[in-house]
């Protein structure tokens, strides 16, 4: 017999959080009650449980700031569910933007609110699923030979003794791509139904990064990224990204066209950004690794807010590393956190064959 699944109910209301625990019991699901933002980042530190269902307005903070600090634990992956008294979309897009998969306004059907955690539940299991054979996110970087692996080049550097000598560098990329029209889908489509949407989004993204061998990481909120040129040294590791970018755009606009013209389809902005690495044991700290990867990725992440939706933005560096079959059009150059001066960015297409 399997294991009733596990739901953390984050109500500060002791009569409501009693009628959802006799409500979620009585159909076979293991409630835990608590009462506080901090007791449910507490318990949540402790274990996993199968879906959250999270009130907005708690004594000690609000419902956005757990799920905040909650999207910051590497290890945390559970659906979450927002509960509250606030049916303006405004509320409701900011909690999906932290990546809640519904919310469910008060007062409430049970039947609505089992509906809904059920197909919560499904969401989530059909996309642990998809994601089931991506890679959670980047492993440790290989030591290939520099001599026989094209992916990388030698260029010279001083070590601690000031010796100059030549050590193996690789071009990693990456993919930051959200949803820019959450506040649009909410208007036409029901919470759940805008889940399904991101799932869909998600999955073409999965596929697409993988066939170029990239590896998925976590999603940040809306946002999903992808990761090339690290756990497989490939000298084209900014055409694979880009490439990769340009087929998910192109993917999710012939979904948009397969579909009803009323119905609101998610629309993606894309940003890609490369830089070079060293590998080998001159850089065999993990922690060191994941900076370098992570400022990598921030650069795409700030760029993302820039792209026009429907389109892809890169780097300058990125631009460099391409090679042939690509068009670049000159955007804006964009001021990056914690680095001096500005980069380049580009709007890129496939050229025409």
């Known amino acids: 017999m399997a294991a009733a699944e596990t739901i953390l109910v984050v109500e500060d209301d002791r009569t409501i959080s009693d009628g959802l625990r006799e409500i979620l019991t009585h159909v076979g699901y293991d409630a835990i009650p608590c009462y506080t933002g901090g007791e449910a980042l507490a318990l949540l530190q402790e274990g996993p449980v199968d879906l959250v269902l999270l009130d907005v307005m708690l004594p000690d903070m609000t419902g956005y700031e757990v799920l905040a600090q909650l999207r910051r634990r590497a290890e945390f992956d559970s659906p979450v569910v927002f509960l509250t008294g606030m049916a303006e979309v405004d509320h409701k897009v900011r909690g ?36 089931r054979d991506v890679p959670d996110g980047p492993g440790p970087v290989p030591n290939p030979d520099p001599k026989t692996d094209p992916a990388l080049a030698t260029l010279p550097f001083r070590d601690r003794l000031g010796e100059q000598r030549q050590t193996p560098r690789k ?21 759940g139904e805008i889940q399904q949407e991101c799932l869909r989004v998600q999955q073409v993204c999965a596929q697409v990064a993988e066939s170029y061998s990239g590896r998925l990481a976590r999603d940040v909120g809306d946002a999903i990224v992808a990761v090339f040129g ?25 979904q948009r066209d397969g579909r009803n013209a009323a119905r609101a389809c998610p629309h993606l902005r894309v940003a890609v950004s490369s830089q070079e690495l060293p590998v080998g044991s001159d850089f065999a700290d993990r922690a060191q ?22 389109k892809v933005l890169i780097t300058a560096p990125t ?35």
């Open 230 to 254: 690290l756990a497989h040294a490939v000298p084209d590791a900014p055409a694979r990204a880009t490439s990769a970018a340009l087929h998910i755009q192109r993917a999710i606009s012939r």
């Open 319 to 353: 631009l460099r590393w391409l090679g042939r079959g690509f068009l670049a059009k000159a955007a804006s150059a964009i001021a990056v956190k914690g680095r001096e001066g500005s980069i380049q960015t580009f709007l890129v297409d496939l050229a025409p064959q």
């Open 171 to 191: 071009v990693i990329s990456a993919i930051f791509a959200t949803v820019s029209n959450l506040e649009h889908l909410a208007e036409d489509l029901d919470t």
């Open 289 to 310: 690794r994941t900076s370098a990867v992570g400022d990598i990725i921030s650069i795409a992440g700030q760029l993302e807010p820039l792209c026009p939706p429907g």
């Open 96 to 131: 999906l933007e932290l990546g809640a998969i519904d919310y469910v306004t008060k007062p409430f059907d049970p039947r609505e609110l089992l509906a809904r955690i059920r197909r919560a539940l499904r969401a989530s299991a059909q996309y642990r699923e998809a994601m």
